[in-house]
């Protein structure tokens, strides 16, 4: 998910081929605010044209102003505008997000929401942020929540851990997307690989990206190894034997592999195709 400022229209349009599976167009922290009524005007002429990415659009709105967000991009030709999803930064409650969902649909459009978990009330109510009808994702901002909670960062990340693991269990339980924090250093691609591993052992399906040079290490990462889908075909292949036989549990390479591991096994087969696709 490769977030972009919404006042440099030029690099929207670029971001739109940066191999991201989502572009967010951002109207929240990326844009200073002498600068927010010329932002709106540009993805606005942005999302109009003539176009049609590969990737989802979306578009983070300000949490101190989303109605003059929508009423900027959401006007009576709004149904032309190749828009997929809208971000909201800050969420704290599940009515937020409805909130926002409803003022869509009061300007004609439809839209599901990515909510942004960032500050310690968001975190406490991720269950029911995730379980609000129109969110298909929690997004986990770590930046905003330690600064929220007075934790200072470091590079191992354990002052947040607790949220982090929180954000992807409540996204699970509610079954949307979980799309991981952003990483900052933008020029370090060796911790960004292991940052988006780590968020891959925690159960995320995906990761946020602050500039395109973050994007191919992302996906590479969320790619699984040619070792990973062998052994999820075989795994794949002896269950269907398994299962023509009567049997509920089987061996493949001398491993068990009941119900949780053929879960793995379709995971891992779902995100080869993806990235082949």
Same mark, same amino acid.
């Given at each position: 998910?490769?977030f972009?400022?919404? =006042?440099?229209?030029?690099? &929207?349009?670029?971001?739109?081929? %940066? ?5 967010? @167009?951002?109207?929240? #922290?990326a ?19 003539? @176009? ?5 659009? &979306? ?6 102003d989303? +109605?003059?967000?929508? =009423? ?6 709004? #149904? ?14 599940? #009515? ?8 869509? +649909?009061?300007?004609g ?5 990515? %909510?942004?978990?960032?500050?310690a ?7 029911? *942020? ?9 997004? @986990?901002?770590a ?11 470091? !590079?191992?990340?354990? !002052? $947040? ?14 079954g949307?997307?979980? *799309?991981? +924090? $952003?990483?900052?250093? *933008?020029? #370090?691609?060796?911790?960004?690989? +292991? ?5 891959? !052992?925690?159960?995320? =399906? ?7 040079? /973050?994007?191919?290490? *992302?996906?590479?990462?969320?790619t ?39 879960? /793995? ?13």
């Amino acid at each position: 998910m490769l977030f972009s400022p919404s =006042d440099r229209p030029e690099m &929207c349009r670029k971001a739109l081929a %940066a191999g991201a599976d989502v572009v967010v @167009f951002d109207l929240e #922290d990326a844009v200073a605010p002498a600068r927010t009524a010329e932002a709106r005007a540009a993805v606005a002429d942005v999302l109009s044209s003539d @176009f049609d990415p590969d990737c989802e659009v &979306c578009v983070r709105v300000s949490s101190t102003d989303a +109605t003059a967000d929508l =009423d900027a991009l959401l006007d009576d030709a709004s #149904d032309e505008l190749r828009l997929d999803a809208l971000m909201l930064p800050k969420v704290e409650t599940a #009515d937020d997000v409805r909130a926002l969902a409803e003022a869509a +649909t009061d300007r004609g459009r439809s839209l599901p929401v990515f %909510a942004l978990v960032e500050t310690a009330r968001g975190i406490l109510h991720a269950e029911k *942020i995730a379980a609000a009808e129109p969110t298909t994702a929690v997004c @986990f901002g770590a930046e905003d929540l330690a600064a929220d909670i007075g934790a200072s960062r470091t !590079e191992k990340g354990t !002052e $947040v851990l607790y949220a982090r693991e929180h954000a992807v269990l409540a996204a699970s339980a509610a079954g949307v997307d979980a *799309i991981d +924090t $952003v990483f900052t250093d *933008i020029e #370090d691609r060796k911790r960004l690989r +292991t940052a988006t591993e780590f968020a891959v !052992e925690l159960g995320y =399906d995906g990761k946020m990206a602050i500039h395109p040079a /973050q994007v191919d290490p *992302i996906n590479d990462a969320y790619t699984p190894s040619p070792e990973r889908v062998e052994w999820a075909e075989r795994v794949l292949a002896a269950r269907a034997e398994a299962d023509a036989d009567g049997r509920g549990v089987f061996r493949v390479d001398g491993e068990m592999i009941d119900a949780p591991l053929i879960a /793995q096994a379709e995971q891992i087969v779902e995100r080869a195709d993806a990235a082949n696709g």
